[in-house]
């Protein structure tokens, strides 16, 4: 045995005899504080909001011979001329980068590879596949480029990858941002010029979540170092233009959460909501398609209620919406294309799931949707033009199929494709 | 009752249960605490602030079985919270003495801890947490990552660090017979 395995044989021994000490007898106050205590309903406890581990329920690929591998990869090229050329010849202007649009392809990933769903016929189409392991991310707000992550080699646990994009209505090959900087927890968001995309990433040395932005041809990258983004939220482009970021940050008082907007160009930043000690942010935030409104939840840390909120991008005109009588928690806000309706999840006491509600942001009737979401919680997304709701729950730690929601009656339909990781839905021209 | 059904009590509101379940635990704590702190007192706070943490969110916890990881990643994320918003101010070290040590208690063993100890307060938080979880508490390395949020990469990268300062320091600190006894008392 060298010295090195002895060491740290010993280590554990070592240690418990550093940190010898006298019994904590003062479990007993904390048993006493506890003992008057509330517990916390279910689908309020923080896990369901921090991001999950993308890459530790991906199944590894395995590798496969030479061969095959050719056939694959010139399968793959055919099948993305074939697409290229379908996509071109349907697709000749672009949508806004922001509000309505017409709803084009789903982007859906299954076993490392990325595919094109059309959701009116429900038949997929592979746009790339081989042995590497790819993961969608979305499209670009015109709809012409679609995003997707890499992933390395897998480690047994987390792994990193790089970003790559896909010309839509074009045979070109993948073009990559050529940096291992994407972890299974990333956020990811594209900008409305299209050609750049923001993402989170960790600083190896400290470690700390930053925000980089990045030419999606990898042209430009710049790391927002001075910025101290906490681990979830991710990062959101602010319409009309992109030039400010909204992310969420540690509050002053470093037990509770702001959110703020970081100028991308000067790298200042500036308060949008602040808390104090007895609020904190609930999940997920998102700004409305005309970059004037924000929609964001808030939690009472006495009480444990989260409500619903809508405040001016400037920080001014908070008020509380869609509140219904008797709801404990109304969380998870999703403006639709129009900026008129709310897509929220909202749990009732005694209750531990959540249902997805629509609520009208001028105080119209709500349309319930007809299912529940559990603390693992739910990926969803507004289709483009507004008329019905992409969406995965997660039950178990396991993803079920993707289902659409109605907006308008809150009927639930299990899509028609093969069960897939959803991506996002692509935007196109009316 | 065994440790499970212990904790679906406590999930559903059983004081007795959890009081049960954090006495059996506190002591581990409290050492992991002090570990990664260097401060009695803020490893007090920090076991508090994961005990009250775990009463309140324990019917997040789906699977009774991952409790005594779970309670440790409350603990340990404890210790690096107080730990970030004490950064401006020098932790001070006021480790209490030694009563029973768990190792030989011979001037070989002493020396060796002391240089262990004296490299561990060498680290930053971050880097201790690193080592308490995977060596104290035996935590495999994914395990760590997920308690920290950081790439598993991460975590080996920077144990690699940890453990090669600590060799590097007993190496400069004694010459190599010495190093042969000390690691386990006889020649390899």
Request: hydrophobic share 40%; proline share 7%; charged share 25%.
């Amino acid at each position: 045995m060298t010295f090195e395995q002895r060491f740290e044989r010993d280590l554990p021994l070592i240690l418990d005899d550093i940190a010898m000490g006298p019994y904590p007898d003062y479990v007993n106050d904390v048993l006493s504080t506890t003992a008057h205590g509330r517990q916390r309903p279910g689908w309020t406890f923080p896990g369901r909001w921090l991001p999950m581990e993308l890459t530790t329920a991906r199944v590894p690929t395995t590798r496969l011979p030479m061969r095959q591998l050719g056939v694959l990869a010139l399968i793959a090229i055919l099948v993305a001329a074939m697409l290229a050329a379908y996509i071109g010849t349907h697709q000749q202007r672009v949508p806004p980068p922001f509000g309505p649009a017409a709803n084009g392809l789903i982007a859906a990933t299954r076993d490392g590879d990325l595919y094109a769903v059309d959701p009116r016929t429900g038949r997929d189409t592979l746009v790339l596949g081989g042995p590497t392991k790819d993961e969608w991310v979305g499209f670009t707000p015109d709809g012409t480029l679609g995003v997707f992550v890499r992933w390395g080699p897998d480690s047994g646990a987390t792994t990193t990858g790089k970003l790559g994009t896909l010309l839509l209505g074009s045979s070109s090959a993948p073009v990559f941002i050529d940096k291992d900087v994407i972890h299974g927890d990333s956020a990811v968001d594209m900008a409305p010029n299209g050609r750049d995309v923001a993402f989170t990433t960790y600083d190896e040395g400290t470690p700390r979540q930053l925000i980089i932005v990045a030419a999606l041809d990898g042209s430009t990258y710049h790391r927002f170092d001075d910025v101290p983004i906490t681990d979830y939220g991710g990062v959101t482009y602010l319409a009309p233009n992109g030039d400010e970021l909204l992310y969420i940050a540690r509050s002053a008082n470093n037990e509770t959460h702001d959110i703020r907007a970081l100028d991308v160009t000067t790298g200042r930043t500036r308060p949008i909501v602040e808390t104090t000690a007895a609020t904190d942010i609930f999940g997920g935030i998102s700004a409305s398609p005309d970059g004037k409104r924000l929609a964001y939840a808030l939690q009472d840390r006495e009480t444990l209620g989260v409500e619903l909120h809508v405040i001016g991008i400037d920080g001014r005109d908070d008020k509380v919406v869609g509140h219904a009588q008797g709801a404990s928690f109304e969380a998870w806000p999703l403006w639709d294309p129009q900026g008129k309706r709310l897509l929220i999840e909202r749990g009732q006491p005694g209750e531990d799931f959540a249902r997805p509600v629509i609520v009208d942001a001028a105080g119209g009737p709500d349309v319930l949707v007809q299912t529940a979401i559990t603390s693992d919680g739910a990926w969803k997304q507004w289709a483009p033009d507004g008329s019905s709701i992409l969406a995965q729950r997660t039950v178990n730690g396991k993803e079920l199929g993707e289902e659409l929601w109605d907006a308008t009656t809150g009927a639930v339909t299990p899509a028609s494709w093969p069960a897939s990781t959803v991506g996002g839905w692509q935007r196109v021209a009316p | 009752m065994d440790q499970r059904g212990l904790v679906e009590r406590a999930r559903k509101g059983d004081h007795d249960a959890f009081a049960e379940l954090a006495r059996a635990a506190v002591v581990r704590l409290d050492r992991a605490a002090r570990l990664i702190l260097r401060d009695p007192e803020l490893a007090r706070d920090a076991v508090q602030d994961g005990l009250i943490r775990a009463w309140r969110d324990l019917p997040g916890l789906r699977d009774p079985e991952a409790f005594d990881g779970w309670l440790h990643r409350l603990t340990v994320n404890a210790c690096l919270d107080l730990a970030r918003r004490r950064r401006r101010r020098p932790i001070e070290v006021e480790l209490s003495p030694i009563h029973h040590p768990a190792i030989a208690d011979d001037s070989v063993g002493i020396a060796r801890r002391d240089l262990v100890d004296n490299v561990l307060r060498s680290l930053d938080p971050d880097g201790r947490a690193i080592v308490v979880l995977h060596y104290y508490l035996g935590m495999p390395l994914p395990e760590v990552a997920a308690t920290l949020s950081i790439p598993v990469g991460t975590v080996k990268s920077r144990l690699h660090r940890a453990l090669g300062t600590m060799r590097i320091a007993i190496t400069d600190a004694t010459d190599e017979p010495q190093r042969e006894s000390i690691a386990g008392g006889q020649l390899a």
